[in-house]
């Protein structure tokens, strides 16, 4: 597709931005339709995300210490209550 709105029919190109304007709220909820918007950059490439990969990560580390956590405190009712100073 190369040629652009503008050269085809430059009306339509404004038409089309005043409904998007009009119609945010839905358009935004219809992630077919963004993702018609937004170039293919990536095509065919492998590319992971890196907000998914960094949440995941995080969501292990907290459940490392949150293991680790709940295993220290066994130990301490194990033991008793630690003594006042």
Do not use: C
């Not at 963004?34 to 490439?45: K, M, N």
């Not at 907000?51 to 295993?71: T, W």
Request: no cysteine.
């Amino acid at each position: 597709m190369s040629e652009s709105a503008e050269t085809i029919a430059p009306e339509a190109d404004e038409a089309v931005r005043a409904y998007i304007r009009m119609n945010r709220a839905r358009l935004a909820q219809d992630g077919s339709f963004l993702a018609a918007l937004l170039p293919e950059r990536f095509a065919g490439e492998a590319v992971h995300d890196i907000q998914r990969h960094i949440i995941d990560k995080l969501r292990a580390e907290n459940a490392a210490l949150k293991s680790k956590l709940e295993a220290v405190e066994r130990a301490v009712k194990a033991w008793g209550a630690p003594p006042k100073a």
